[in-house]
């Protein structure tokens, strides 16, 4: 078991753990960080403010008790839906592959691809926003054609790893994949 | 400025860590070509792009190409030989051409210049208004620039006057420019206002391997004159339209075979339906490249009615498939084949006319070389690698030249190109500037990938291809 920091693409360090189960079975999580107390308060304060500028001219008070609501509910929002706070990838060898993400708020979504429907793992390239940046994705089996890839299934999509920490993790993948075909 | 210091560390480290005497001779490039057409539109620009990129990585050199998105086909491709192409989702105006607004495409070409180190930014077309942002924002960059011109423009008209205003501003700080033929040299010099020492020419090529002759295609007992070219008004169907009747009364024995297709085809039909000549004119509509060959071999002779071409790629091919080029005396013409090889007339009916004649006659005779003979000549006049080599020697010469700096930029573009133009640009040049400074401190270079290189001296690709060799 192993613990090493890496960045994603927009320079944040996230933390990539590797855990070797047995010999074809192996974990990888990788741990973004903890939602700082020192964007909560940015964030709430600046709604805050322009609540209060609005009152001050309005001399409405539904407008700064909306305001506390926005910010209780866009929270509440943020941490369900959006902030996610690990995601981890479980390779089992000749089974499949299990990926799921668990959110701030401990919410958690589990997806299982079964072994005979992969056909490979691979990292791509792919333009996203105004970044091109590598990613890793699991390419499945076209039933009907047996050379042919039917979908594609990104990993790591909300922690975004840069290439040295997506390079290790495929290299151990594959490690797993190439013993089980 | 910091950036283009940083990429020249990398590139000389890397040519240390290369045990190969040759790359200490011609250092290696990482060049990206910048156009707005690329595969899978089809033309001359794109077909160029292609096959100098395919000689630059034989070799050595690293090449990428940027271009915007053609429908669903958008991101990154590999082509033969690991040529890596982005296609870049960019709003296209009008012709397969992007929107200019001279930033928006910023943030993404230079993700591709900083994750690619690209060292030569090489733009295509005059057309392009991805081509003319990419070295706009290569410059801000601090990367060397080369442009490479494939059209005549005209001087009188509103349209060919605001683009040339376009093209001083967008050719004066380049480094290197490039045109095809002295023909299209001159008009570029002229338009952009440039110093001709920084305008080199280098011409296109065909493959000669594509365009063999093979005579037994020929019909005996008939003569067809094959014309292949896009049906528009540049490409003189008019005149063509004139020539038909004439000829077909003259000559019971005279067919033609066209190829290609436009909005003057309409042109065409009119006169098939008048003269009742549908057994003699046969439209073949649009044909891919891969077919004219087959359509080129059944003719007798090659006929080209442009009323402006920059460099014909098409009698080069007629004449490589071993048929007798007729064509109008204009633009690059008249450079492009041996002075025995081609009959130019004036871009008359009557002119044209008197020289196929003059063609038929001969043809009837049997005084013509052989198209094999014709073919062998033709062969070695204009080759892919030839144009490779001689590309390499303009990116040789600039990567020892210096960008300007953005003080000098400013001057240039002042002096250059007028006092409101100039001006204007150059406050667009600095708010370039300003933006390139907000993006670095957005998404610093250093928090972006290196790609994983296919192509160039440590490419992966080349590397299992010559692994590979010994086996086979």
Known sequence: MEDESFCNISGKPISLDCQSHSSFCREFTVSTPKISIGKVMVYTCSVWLFAYTVFFFTQNTAVLSSAILITLVGMMLHIHFVKVDHESLLVIGSLGIQVSSSYASGREVTTFIEMSKIKDIVINEAVYLHQIIYYLCVLLRDPSEPHGVSSVVTLFQSSKPRLNCLVKIYKSCQEILSTCK | MGQRKKVGAVKTSSSENDTGEASKVSPKHNICMVSDFFYPNMGGVESHIYQLSQCLIEKGHKVVIATHAYGRRKGVRYLTNGLKVYYLPLQVMYNQSTATTCFHSLPLLRCVFVRERITVVHAHSSFSAMAHDALFHAKTMGLNTVFTDHSLFGFADVSSVLTNKLLTVSLCDTNHIVCVSYTSKENTVLRAALNPEIVSVIPNAVDPTDFTPDPSQRPTDRITIVVISRLVYRKGIDLLGGIIPELCLKHPDLHFLIGGEGPKRIVLEEVREKYQLHDRVRLLGALEHKDVRGVL????????????????????????????????????????????????????????????????????????????????????????????????????????????????????LRSHCGPVAGSIFAFVAVLDFLFLLLLQWLVPDRHMDFAVDATGPNGLWVKKRQKSEPGC
């Not at chain 2, 498939?321 to 004036?346: A, F, K, M, N």
């Open chain 2, 297 to 412: 071999v059944q003719g007798h002779i090659f006929l080209n009615t442009s009323l402006t071409e920059a460099f014909c790629m098409a009698i080069v091919e007629g004449a490589s498939c071993g048929l007798q080029v007729v064509s109008t005396r204009v633009g690059g013409i008249p450079e492009v084949l041996p002075e025995d090889l081609i009959t130019l007339c004036e871009p008359t009916v009557s002119s044209l006319c008197k020289g196929l004649e003059k063609v038929i006659a001969k043809q009837r005779s049997g005084s013509f070389p052989s198209p094999n003979s014709t073919h062998a000549r033709v062969k070695n006049l204009y080759t892919w690698r030839n144009v490779a080599e001689r590309t390499e020697k303009v990116y040789d010469r600039v990567a020892g030249e210096e960008v300007l700096p953005l003080e000098k930029r400013l001057w240039r």
